[in-house]
């Protein structure tokens, strides 16, 4: 089976843009979770979805965005991008919704905001 | 917020060694998964153990779990220049959904 895979792998951006990142989780995976990673607030969940639901988001504000497709594909979007926006974004894939299953990531897309 | 803090913050050993890591959590949860990544790469699953259960291994990996004093350990056995990596503890609180909060991790540089 595929791998959870993420794109682009590598974004630069400037300053009040918009970015979209997308997602693709393990086939039959239904599940989509992203997180975002810095070296000062280390990794924090952004939100999740489930059959193109949103189940969970965090504590993040409105600029931040998701969607999930039929297809259970997933993409984010950041708008009006800031120079603290710039973080490794990682995608997560799980079977089941609730608590026991393995969560498994993407190699991430790192993002630069300049 | 983090739920998790792990201890140590680092940790630099011989290869051949073990190493021991240690992460606590706040509150009541459902399940806890390690992972380990490189470099600032994605992360990678190494093993989910279930609230009602104290210890599980895989391969050179054992992880315990002590829901009384909300902690858990990873002990890496026999390391090798390879497991140079940081190492995180993420809990689910087994509320509706999947949600990970994870620890601050712990980074392992095993020296050959």
């Not at chain 1, 089941?96 to 990531?105: D, K, N, R, S, V």
């Not at chain 2, 140590?8 to 949860?29: D, F, H, V």
């Amino acid at each position: 089976k595929a791998g959870v895979t993420q794109t682009p792998r590598y974004l630069i951006k400037t300053r009040g843009q918009q970015v979209t990142l997308s997602c693709s989780p393990i086939s039959g995976h239904r599940s989509v979770s992203w997180y975002q990673q810095t070296p000062g607030q280390g990794l924090q969940f952004l939100f999740e979805y489930f059959s193109e639901t949103q189940r969970n988001k965090g504590n993040f504000p409105g600029r931040f965005s998701g969607r999930q497709f039929s297809n259970s594909r997933s993409e984010m979007n950041v708008s009006t991008l800031e120079l603290g926006d710039s973080a490794l974004y990682l995608c997560a894939s799980s079977q089941t919704l609730g608590g026991i299953a393995e969560a498994f990531f993407g190699q991430g897309t790192r993002l630069t905001v300049v | 917020s983090q739920q998790g803090e792990e201890d140590p913050q680092a940790l630099s050993i011989q290869e051949g060694e073990n190493a021991t890591m240690n992460c606590s959590y706040k509150t009541s949860i459902n399940n806890l998964q390690w992972y380990r990544q490189n470099s600032g790469r994605g992360l990678v699953h190494l093993i989910l153990i279930r609230s009602n259960e104290r210890e599980k291994h895989s391969g050179r990996l054992r992880v315990t779990l002590d829901t009384s004093k909300k902690s858990s350990s990873l002990l890496i056995t026999a390391s090798r220049a390879a497991d140079t990596a940081s190492y995180f503890c993420a809990t689910d609180a087994g509320a509706a959904g999947n949600k990970l909060t994870f620890g601050g991790g712990t980074r392992v540089l095993v020296k050959p």
